[in-house]
């Protein structure tokens, strides 16, 4: 029998259906459940004494009359009373009855005993009377959770601590009360933070709170409150609802209180869409109300440096430090450590895999942990070049190639996949709530643990769980399938529905948020009780942001608004970032009178000038007005010159209005896209190139160079050479044979491009192509699929979104199959009649082919 089961259960033959109904939510290999026949199993004392209960981690007792009386029972709690009392077993009492757990003089003297024992497990974590089953469940989930915890050697940065050991201080006696520390995610920014404040404060907790540039004082204040003090919902409801004069003064005193515990803050700077957008100009405010000390008080972790101008306004409060990623000898010498640990036989390791996993993960200590453990896993190393971008100086590739190897170890496991994407709505998550939402047919510990080992969660702290900085913006384009899609909308729904019940206080505040988050992104019209008067504009704000980019065009929208009425809570960069979403989102609801309100107030500040003209060329290229949209294009790259994320930015739209004109200047816009690729070589960039060849070469072949068929071959190479190329050059190739007129051809690659990468755009565009062929079989096929995706709820998200262009799409295959156009209004009730008149119009004009 094992002897490695972190769990033990203490129950008599009595209640042991109910200790198994409890076990049923928990991995088999966690728990000792010896005897389901009380005094008869006796005969194995030595086994538990000895192994079982030394080595488990967790003493879960089913107190109760009959645990009382079962000599098995007294035994396993008095051994475990001394283990708990050198706190190396964590107890966890439930009462499945009302029996009384403190002695009374009516009981047997000779149980005087048990009830001494039980006084010692009463100290940590004890039921109400009469639990439930799925009461015990939540709090045997909450006690085991700590297991999952993913341990690993830990890389000592000493120069690091040094260098912030001199930064940080102030004068000889004090030290900036607030520091800075920037640098790429899994650099081990917060690792050397801890490491640093244990000089300090060995005992001290450090509290991570998230903050994003649409975050606000009070709802920064509140969260420091819950995770630091332990606020409930009652606490936090008095907090929410007082009136607070100077709200930055609040989060000030409450750090300060968090440092008077023993105890320090970090903001840990977290994104909505991107990671490039500065935190929030309060932030400056608070940092100067903090007072110097004996130690910081606050650290800020970003990716972004510690701007000038921040550094400026707070010199008297404020340090920074860079944490740069680290030399390849260095991580050589961990990977060694990392090897030791996690594979069961390190001797299989040989210098050249050694040394394409530490080349892989481009000086990033989280990076090559998450490599490491996953190459520990494989039997066969002949595969790893599939977990890594080995000939790759690109980090962004070697991460893009390991997602993808990742994702392809779940394509069999659902509910690890619903938990991806429910934690991409709601993020971070209690792990009870985890449950709830999820409601997996495995164990909620075997699908955390899976996608743990795999790197693509982190344990954010006790119990709650986070998507890890790898999966920024890949999730949509390399897991999610039509069929996850038509369940989230159903999860976030139901999981409104649970009522929430809080334990011990953990996570009070964060555990609203996620009823917030899923109420908003759910698009439902009431909140739970209890959560409702905890929304503020910042949710609001960052909920449209998210609808905006799912393409829930009107929800997003109608948040934004509310937010955007209330933009004077936010500082200026929130507030430009707000007044840009809300044009966007207005111009794609065509709500162009707000989207010229947005417009000019931009265009009335120096700063934002840029952003006004690049918001005006994509209203123009939303009313399909490309020579106005140019030439607002190329006023924002004038503008912006210098500003390499806004460029990049522009160049993709200006690239696409460009190829849209009538008669593009070719030489013009292919110098352009190799502007582009000389900012940064992505995915875009890298088919920009050869799509302008594509279209030079078929549009206009008189001005084109003589080796025009060299540069679309050689471009198209290296795009097709990229790890994250996906269905990039299978889109090129369908383009490419439709401007042959080969459209079965077209349509066979766009069936390669939706293999590859599911995204409803790519359906949209091979509908597209089967109409416009002028192939009857073709259009008739475009008609049915149409008219079967309409009804279809895998669709049913996407299907507003697109269906002007999809009513467009079904007019063309009604005018190839000669049917009446009438049938659109059946087709696409949602549009107005003037829309529909519009389309008609359009697609009476169009010169299509007939075969």
């Not at 297991?147 to 050697?153: F, G, K, M, V």
């Not at 920014?189 to 404040?197: G, H």
């Not at 936010?570 to 010229?596: G, P």
């Not at 190139?689 to 003589?706: F, G, Q």
């Amino acid at each position: 029998m094992s002897n490695m089961f972190p769990i033990f259960f203490s129950v008599s033959s009595t209640d042991i259906a109910f200790a198994e109904e409890v076990s049923k939510k928990l991995p088999d290999d966690w728990i000792y459940l010896y005897s389901k026949t009380g005094e008869e199993g006796a005969h194995m004392w030595d086994e538990i004494s000895h192994k079982e209960l030394p080595q488990s981690q967790i003493f879960i007792i089913f107190w109760s009359k009959s645990y009382i009386a079962a000599t098995g029972c007294v035994r396993e709690i008095l051994q475990a009373k001394d283990l708990v009392q050198k706190a190396s077993l964590k107890p966890l009492v439930l009462r499945l009855d009302d029996t009384p757990i403190t002695w009374q003089d009516d009981h047997e003297e000779d149980g005087k005993p048990v009830f001494e024992a039980l006084g010692t497990m009463l100290q940590y974590r004890t039921s109400s009377p009469k639990v439930t089953v799925q009461q015990a469940i939540d709090l045997v989930e909450r006690v085991a959770e700590p297991i999952l915890r993913s341990d690993h050697p830990r890389m000592p940065r000493h120069d690091l601590q040094q260098t912030l050991s001199r930064v940080v201080k102030k004068d000889r006696f004090t030290y900036y009360p607030a520091t800075w520390v920037s640098g790429f995610n899994g650099v081990g920014r917060e690792t050397l933070i801890r490491d640093f404040s244990r000089s300090f404060t060995p005992n001290g907790r450090g509290f991570v709170i998230e903050v994003n540039e649409a975050s606000l004082p009070k709802q920064t204040w509140l969260r420091i409150e819950s995770q630091a003090f332990g606020a409930d919902h009652e606490r936090l409801k008095q907090l929410n609802d007082s009136v607070v004069i100077d709200e930055i003064k609040a989060v000030a005193d409450t750090i300060e209180r968090v440092f008077a515990a023993g105890d320090y803050v970090i903001l840990r700077h977290s994104r909505i869409v991107e990671d490039r957008v500065d935190l929030p100009g309060w932030l400056d405010d608070v940092v100067n109300a903090l007072s110097p000390a004996t130690r910081p008080k606050l650290f800020i972790i970003s990716q972004i440096p510690l701007l000038a101008e921040r550094r400026a306004r707070c010199r008297v409060s404020i340090s920074a430090q860079r944490v740069p990623a680290i030399e390849e000898h260095q991580l050589t010498e961990f990977c060694y450590q990392l090897i030791g640990y996690f594979d069961k036989n390190p001797g299989r390791w040989d210098d050249e895999e050694i040394q394409s996993i530490v080349h892989a993960s481009g000086g990033s200590v989280g990076f090559l942990v998450s490599l490491v453990r996953a190459a520990s896993g494989m039997e066969d190393f002949d595969q790893i070049d599939k977990l890594v971008a080995a000939d790759s100086h690109n980090m962004a590739a070697s991460i893009t190639t390991y997602v993808r190897w990742a994702f392809s170890q779940l394509r069999d496991f659902e509910d690890e996949q619903r938990t991806l994407l429910f934690l991409n709505d709601v993020s971070p998550c209690d792990i009870i709530d985890l449950e709830k939402a999820i409601s997996p047919k495995r164990s909620m510990f075997r699908v955390l643990g899976k996608l743990l080992e795999l790197g693509l969660i982190e344990r954010e702290s006790e119990s709650l769980y986070r998507l890890t900085p790898l999966l920024a913006n890949r999730l949509n384009r390399d897991l999610i399938r039509p069929s996850l899609l038509v369940w989230q909308r159903e999860a976030l729904v139901g999981f409104l529905k649970e009522p929430i019940e809080i334990y011990d206080n953990e996570n009070s505040y964060l555990r609203i948020e996620s009823r917030i988050q899923a109420s908003l992104l759910a698009q439902t019209d009431e909140l739970p009780n209890g959560v409702a008067n905890f929304v503020s504009a910042a949710h609001w704000f960052q909920a449209g942001i998210r609808l905006y980019h799912a393409r829930h065009r009107e929800s997003a929208y109608r948040l934004l608004k509310k937010a955007y009425l209330k933009r004077a809570e936010f500082v200026t960069a929130s507030r430009v970032e707000l007044i840009r979403y809300f044009c966007l989102s207005a111009t794609r609801n065509r709500k162009y009178e707000d989207a010229e309100k947005c417009i000019i107030l931009l265009d009335n500040v120096h700063q934002t000038r840029g952003m006004a003209s690049f918001l005006r060329a994509d209203m123009f290229e939303y009313k399909g007005n490309f020579p106005q949209a140019v030439k607002e294009y190329k006023r924002s790259i004038q503008i912006n010159e210098g500003k390499d994320h806004r460029l990049e930015r522009t160049y993709r739209p200006l690239i696409r209005c460009l190829l849209a004109l009538s008669h593009p200047d070719f030489v013009e816009t292919k110098n352009y896209a190799i502007k582009w690729l000389k900012l940064r070589q992505t995915i875009f960039s890298l088919k920009a190139l050869p799509r302008v060849y594509l279209h030079w070469k078929y549009r206009d072949p008189s001005s084109a160079p003589a080796d025009i068929n060299r540069l679309y071959s050689n471009a198209l190479a290296d795009l097709e050479r990229d790890p994250g190329v996906g269905s990039a050059h299978f889109e090129l190739k369908a383009e490419e044979a439709e401007f042959s007129g080969d459209f079965d051809g077209a349509v066979d690659y766009m069936e390669k491009a939706i293999e590859t990468d599911p995204r409803f755009e790519l359906r949209s565009e091979r509908w597209r192509l089967m109409a416009k062929s002028g192939v009857l079989e073709l259009a008739n096929r475009a008609i049915d699929e149409l008219e079967a995706a309409r009804n279809d709820s895998k669709y049913r998200d996407n299907w507003l979104p697109f269906l002007p262009a999809l009513a467009e799409i079904y007019a063309i295959a009604l005018k190839i199959t000669k049917q009446s156009y009438g049938a659109l209004n059946t087709f696409s009730p949602q549009l107005s009649s003037d829309e529909i008149g519009h389309i008609i119009a359009r697609v009476k004009r169009l010169s299509l082919p007939a075969r």
